[in-house]
């Protein structure tokens, strides 16, 4: 079973922004540093940033999918472990 970038860990991958509410983030990406029910933290150009999950949508590594981070506000553990339904 191949999993969703819902069903797995961020940290250590590189995570781009694909959609906000604020078009000023758009387009930026880095490493996933850490992942709290709320917000993401990212290494972007050597400065660690941090993104409300709320207001963002956001692909993992290379994947196709798109996740919208309204959609994840939860621990990461408890994400990861969740059966997500096919869409």
């Keep these: 079973m191949n999993k969703t970038p819902y069903n797995q860990s961020w940290i250590g991958r590189e995570l781009s922004i694909t959609s906000?509410?604020?078009i000023?983030?758009?387009g930026r990406n880095g490493l996933v540093?850490?992942?709290t029910k709320e917000t993401i933290t990212i290494l972007e150009g050597g400065r660690?940033?941090?993104f409300g999950k709320n207001s963002i949508e956001f692909k993992i590594d290379d994947?196709?999918?798109v996740i919208d981070?309204?959609?994840v506000r939860q621990r990461s553990a408890e994400?990861?472990?969740r059966n997500r339904r096919s869409e």
């Design 20 to 22: 906000s509410s604020d």
């Design 24 to 26: 000023g983030i758009v």
């Design 33 to 35: 540093l850490d992942e």
């Design 48 to 50: 660690e940033v941090t």
């Design 63 to 65: 994947s196709e999918v």
């Design 69 to 71: 981070g309204k959609l």
């Design 79 to 81: 994400r990861i472990y």
